[in-house]
Structures are given as structure tokens and as C-alpha cells.
């Protein structure tokens, strides 16, 4: 079975511009979550995608959004980037909503730099 | 609001040495608690996890944790390391009031 893929595994912005991440989870999986990874603050949860819908969201600011589509892929957004925002960003999928029950399966990561 | 703390952030060890990282975190409600690791070059991947029932879990690789209540505590064990667990380590609690937390991480460096 195909792990969780992210495209594209290297990005390089400017200031101001915006940026759009991909993450095709696990086939079966429906809940597809999102991390920031940065060496001072570690993994810091970004939100969380069931069925298309939003169901958990982390303390980001309104520049970071995204979405989730019928075939469970997901993708985030990142408008007006800073250059705070380079980091790691993943992905991580399960077959439920709840980190409960299910462990997450993660991406490689895309590895977002900001000049 | 709730946090995790991993007082440990970066650990080095000889190898046969044994291996205790610490994870505290702050909430009294539920909580399942996690390990991932993440190898040089690889995904995060989880090492074990703890929902109810015998405190003491065992993972892949040799290693154990174990939750104390009482301490708000879930440490992570192995009792002889090797070169090959060189790697991060992130303790994660997921709780109802805060979903998904993790820790900063430990960096665990062998030395062969």
C-alpha cells in the first residue's frame, strides 16, 4: 500500500507570495491532518480534514487554509507568506477522525523556504 | 492550557547504554498518549502508543513506555540502545479539550 505522498517536496517563495501544498493520504484513509515543523517549536498541529470538512484547527493565523476533497486528498494554503513560515510542513493521514483510535501515518514532508 | 514538555532536547548516549527520555504533560482529563520517531531522512513514524489498560506499553524496536497517572508522565525506555536509534523523538497526547499536542522533540545521538 502507497504511503501519504507531498507534493512538491521543495518550495522557494518571497515574502508576500502565497503557496499551495498537496497530500494524497493512504487509499481508505479519510482524515487528513497537518503539521508545521520547525527546530524551535517543534510539530505544532495546523488542522484537521474529514470527509471535506474541517473538523479540528490549531492556533494558526487566517493565512494558513485549506481543503479537502472528495478522494480524501487534501491540500494547504499559505497566503502573504513571512518568513516565519519556513518550515516543514506535513501531512498525516488515518482511516478515522479521532487521533483516538487510530495512529497517523505520515508524509515526507514539504520543505517550504521564505526569502 | 494543556502542553507537553520533553525536558530533554538533545541526548547522547554510548551504545549498549540504556535510554530513559522524559514526557510530562499538563491535563487531567483522558488522554491517549504517543511516541513517534523520526530516522535521519525518513518520515515520522510512531514507536507506540498507550489508550488504556496496562500502563506499561511495549513498541517496535525494544522499546517501552510507561504511563503514570499520578505524574502526568509517559517515559520512554529502551535498555540497550544501538547505533541505529539515532533518530528524534516526539511525545504526543491527544486529549479531547486540546485534540493533538506534541512535545519539541529529544534528539538521540549514539555513539558507536
Known amino acids: 500500500k502507497a504511503g501519504v505522498t507531498q507534493t512538491p517536496r521543495y518550495l522557494i517563495k518571497t515574502r508576500g507570495q502565497q503557496v499551495t501544498l498537496s497530500c494524497s493520504p493512504i487509499?481508505?484513509?479519510?482524515?487528513v491532518s497537518w503539521y508545521q515543523q520547525t527546530p524551535g517549536q517543534g510539530l505544532q498541529f495546523l488542522f484537521e480534514?474529514?470527509?471535506?470538512?474541517?473538523?479540528n484547527k490549531g492556533n494558526f493565523p487566517g493565512r494558513f487554509s485549506g481543503r479537502q476533497f472528495s478522494n480524501s486528498r487534501s491540500e494547504m494554503n499559505v497566503s502573504t507568506l513571512e518568513l516565519g513560515d519556513s518550515a516543514l510542513y506535513l501531512c498525516?493521514?488515518?482511516?478515522?477522525?479521532?487521533?483516538?483510535?487510530?495512529?497517523?501515518?505520515f508524509g515526507p514532508g514539504t520543505r517550504l523556504t521564505v526569502l | 492550557a494543556q502542553s507537553v514538555s520533553q525536558h530533554n532536547h538533545h541526548v547522547i548516549l554510548s551504545e549498549a547504554a540504556s535510554l530513559e527520555l522524559g514526557c510530562n504533560y499538563s491535563y487531567g482529563g483522558t488522554v491517549n498518549l504517543f511516541w513517534y520517531v523520526q530516522y535521519p531522512g525518513q518520515h515520522l513514524q510512531l514507536l507506540l502508543k498507550y489508550f488504556s489498560g496496562d500502563p506499561l506499553v511495549k513498541g517496535i524496536k525494544g522499546f517501552e513506555a510507561e504511563f503514570i497517572k499520578s505524574k502526568f508522565s509517559f517515559n520512554l525506555r529502551k535498555p540497550s540502545v544501538q547505533w541505529s536509534d539515532t533518530a528524534e523523538y516526539f511525545c504526543a497526547v491527544y486529549s479531547s479539550a486540546s485534540k493533538i499536542i506534541f512535545g519539541s522533540g529529544t534528539r538521540l545521538s549514539i555513539r558507536p
Open positions: 480534514y474529514f470527509s471535506e470538512t474541517q473538523r
Open positions: 487509499s481508505g484513509h479519510r482524515s
Open positions: 498525516a493521514s488515518s482511516w478515522a477522525l479521532r487521533e483516538q483510535y487510530n495512529e497517523q501515518f
